[in-house]
T-cell receptor, first 113, second 116 residues
Framework: AQKVTQAQTEISVVEKEDVTLDCVYE???????LFWYKQPPSGELVFLIR??????QNEISGRYSWNFQKSTSSFNFTITASQVVDSAVYFC??????????FGPGTRLSVLP | DAGVIQSPRHEVTEMGQEVTLRCKPI?????LFWYRQTMMRGLELLIY????????DSGMPEDRFSAKMPNASFSTLKIQPSEPRDSAVYFC??????????????FGQGTRLTVV
């Protein structure tokens, strides 16, 4: 069975601080895919990034960066120089080869001015 | 493309009534997912279809819930009879889908269901 754990339920930071959101996953598949989504207060789910299990390269996109480590089954997300607009719930998700797509419980990030 | 379209956006119904939620996936997408979001349980995968065929419905909470996908452009999630504990936001999502596909799921705006 697949499982995604996001141990941090809520995080509060002050604007311009860096923050890392943790994600740990479990799967028996050797081929799988990892994702991060953002859910702002308006409620829609916005795709941020995907990674497949064979690609452990870290990625940076502007203020966002992702660290994928198969050895620890982790796919962490860092926001550098956080902004108030980053306030949202962030979900880590895991899709297996057969398209079963499960989400973690989410981390609510509050960025205070 | 207009994205994944869900209707209605909001639904208020009385306990015991039948509720039908509708979803139109993105054209060309082969996988469709139904999720339920609550504060207590987060985003739960209820069921997913591949090429209109239900693949895994183990997340459906009980027999009162049923989902269908009669064709590639339409799916329904039905609750009969509804109960107050079914109150939640229900999301539909679709992805390009075939086995081994690595693409992300695109989500609809959700249906906020309130059962009183």
């Amino acid at each position: 069975a697949q499982k995604v754990t996001q141990a941090q339920t809520e995080i509060s930071v002050v604007e311009k601080e860096d923050v890392t959101l943790d994600c740990v996953y479990e799967t028996r598949d050797t081929t799988y895919y990892l994702f991060w989504y953002k859910q702002p207060p308006s409620g829609e789910l916005v795709f941020l990034i995907r990674r497949n299990s064979f690609d452990e390269q870290n990625e940076i996109s502007g203020r966002y960066s992702w660290n994928f480590q198969k050895s620890t089954s982790s796919f962490n997300f860092t926001i550098t120089a956080s902004q108030v607009v980053d306030s949202a719930v962030y979900f880590c998700a895991l899709k297996d080869y057969g398209q079963n797509f499960v989400f973690g419980p989410g981390t609510r990030l509050s960025v205070l001015p | 493309d207009a994205g994944v379209i869900q209707s209605p956006r909001h639904e208020v119904t009385e306990m015991g009534q039948e509720v039908t939620l509708r979803c139109k996936p993105i054209s060309g997408h082969n996988s469709l997912f139904w999720y339920r979001q609550t504060m207590m349980r987060g985003l739960e995968l209820l069921i997913y279809f591949n090429n209109n065929v239900p693949i895994d419905d183990s997340g459906m909470p009980e027999d009162r819930f049923s989902a269908k996908m009669p064709n590639a452009s339409f799916s329904t999630l039905k609750i009969q009879p509804s109960e107050p504990r079914d109150s939640a936001v229900y999301f539909c999502a679709s992805s390009l889908g075939a086995t081994g596909d690595d693409t992300e799921a695109f989500f609809g705006q959700g249906t906020r269901l309130t059962v009183v």
